[in-house]
T-cell receptor, first 110, second 109 residues
Framework: DTEVTQTPKHLVMGMTNKKSLKCEQH?????MYWYKQKAKKPPELMFV???????INESVPSRFSPECPNSSLLNLHLHALQPEDSALYLC?????????FGPGTRLTVL | DAKTTQPNSMESNEEEPVHLPCNHS???????IHWYRQLPSQGPEYVIH???SNVNNRMASLAIAEDRKSSTLILHRATLRDAAVYYC??????????FGPGTSLSVIP
């Protein structure tokens, strides 16, 4: 199984809502990543977990809160988001070099 | 942080070779050069990576300059399915990933 799955595919939320994005991989990869991608722009790295520990936080606002409950699962908890946070959120995993990306969650903040 | 620059767009005729350039003049000695491509409404897909030597795989070839300040992704025979945004990426030894701006490749039948 070389797939990274992300749920939900689409999410619409208000600025006062709390929601979570979920990412799963069963390839035994040690590293998992969250990226944010705005339209017609490259993905921007947000967070990296290595062996279930947060290793990189690219100065992401605290309204985004990552969590890695186990080696297969990565969550991104969202709270009090702004309309400019609307984007495609991509998850990826890797063992050493090649990253496997999920299809992304399209987030709209109203 | 090191960064990469790429042309905004390129065109190729079907079944002809395509050379996609990338500049990374501030690359550090341990950074790997990766290439990914992304189709609309999909996550990026791995194409190839290398450190110093040229690399070949079933999808493409990667030519890396001797000083490592630039690289070129080579698609040997472009097909319509190769139309995508191609990203040149630097990946550090501690998992930091820096995407370039991407080159949108159009393939003309």
């Amino acid at each position: 199984d070389t797939e990274v799955t992300q749920t939900p595919k689409h999410l619409v939320m208000g600025m006062t809502n709390k929601k979570s994005l979920k990412c799963e991989q069963h390839m035994g990869h040690r590293a998992m990543y969250w990226y944010k991608q705005k339209a017609k722009k490259p993905p921007e790295l947000m967070f990296v977990y290595s062996y279930e520990k947060l290793s990189i936080n690219e100065s992401v606002p605290s309204r985004f809160s990552p969590e890695c409950p186990n080696s297969s699962l990565l969550n991104l908890h969202l709270h009090a988001l702004q309309p400019e946070d609307s984007a495609l959120y991509l998850c990826a995993s890797s063992q050493y070099r090649e990253q496997f990306f999920g299809p992304g969650t399209r987030l709209t903040v109203l | 942080d090191a960064k990469t620059t790429q042309p905004n767009s390129m065109e190729s005729n079907e079944e002809e070779p395509v050379h996609l350039p990338c500049n990374h003049s501030t690359i550090s000695g341990t950074d790997y050069i990766h290439w990914y491509r992304q189709l609309p409404s999909q996550g990026p897909e791995y194409v190839i990576h290398g450190l110093t030597s040229n690399v070949n795989n079933r999808m493409a070839s990667l030519a890396i300059a001797e000083d490592r300040k630039s690289s070129t992704l080579i698609l040997h025979r472009a097909t319509l399915r190769d139309a995508a945004v191609y990203y040149c990426i630097l990946k550090t030894s501690y998992d930091k990933v820096i995407f370039g701006p991407g080159t949108s490749l159009s393939v003309i039948p």
